[in-house]
T-cell receptor, first 117, second 113 residues
Framework: DAGVTQSPTHLIKTRGQQVTLRCSPKSGHDTVSWYQQALGQGPQFIFQYYEEEERQRGNFPDRFSGHQFPNYSSELNVNALLLGDSALYLC????????????????FGEGSWLTVV | AQSVTQPDIHITVSEGASLELRCNYSYGATPYLFWYVQSPGQGLQLLLKYFSGDTLVQGIKGFEAEFKRSQSSFNLRKPSVHWSDAAEYFCAVGGPSDYKLSFGAGTTVTVRA
């Protein structure tokens, strides 16, 4: 049973460029969340997708956007990259209940390392 | 607002010694609490979770954690550490009506021979 898979694992971009990160959730999971983890810090919630809609958003600017596909996979897009966007981007999947976690465990992928120069 | 505080940034422990990592949380309702471990260059692996019931929770790799509502704490313990336990440990809080986890800043554990 494959877990959460993310691609690419590492990438380098220039300020002002745009980046797309991809995530395939654990088999059977229908909910995908994205987190940003800056160096030396804990992960920060960006947003969550369920039924192809953004269900909740953290304190991130509109430059951060996402999408969920019918097969539950997801993309994170970041426009107009800033140096401060350099971080590990983690995808997490879960099986959604009617509200919140409903006791379901969240599984994380190994992340995509983004360096902005 | 929900938040997690991990007071210890870095802990060094000898192999075979006991380990305790502190976690204090702030949450307006019944919390769901988690401990995750992250090895260098890796994603997060769930060690254990508390949703309800017995306040002493057993996890993988010999870890356990105790939920103390009166102290708003969820400390992680291991009786005897192994060199492979060297990693970053994160405490996180969520809730039954919540869609996100809020993480602490993490505690780095170094194991010396």
């Amino acid at each position: 049973d494959a877990g959460v898979t993310q691609s690419p694992t590492h990438l380098i971009k220039t300020r002002g460029q745009q980046v797309t990160l991809r995530c395939s959730p654990k088999s059977g999971h229908d909910t995908v969340s994205w987190y940003q983890q800056a160096l030396g810090q804990g992960p920060q919630f960006i947003f969550q997708y369920y039924e192809e809609e953004e269900r909740q958003r953290g304190n991130f600017p509109d430059r951060f956007s996402g999408h969920q596909f019918p097969n539950y996979s997801s993309e994170l897009n970041v426009n107009a990259l800033l140096l401060g966007d350099s971080a590990l981007y983690l995808c997490a999947s879960s099986l959604s209940g009617q509200a919140g976690f409903a006791g379901n465990t969240i599984y994380f992928g190994e992340g995509s390392w983004l360096t902005v120069v | 607002a929900q938040s997690v505080t991990q007071p210890d940034i870095h802990i060094t422990v000898s192999e075979g010694a006991s380990l305790e990592l502190r976690c204090n949380y702030s949450y307006g309702a019944t919390p769901y609490l988690f401990w995750y471990v992250q090895s260098p260059g890796q994603g997060l692996q769930l060690l254990l979770k508390y949703f309800s019931g017995d306040t002493l929770v057993q996890g993988i790799k010999g870890f356990e954690a105790e939920f103390k509502r009166s102290q708003s704490s969820f400390n992680l313990r291991k009786p005897s550490v192994h060199w492979s336990d060297a990693a970053e440990y994160f405490c996180a809080v969520g809730g039954p009506s919540d869609y996100k986890l809020s993480f602490g800043a993490g505690t780095t554990v170094t194991v010396r021979a």
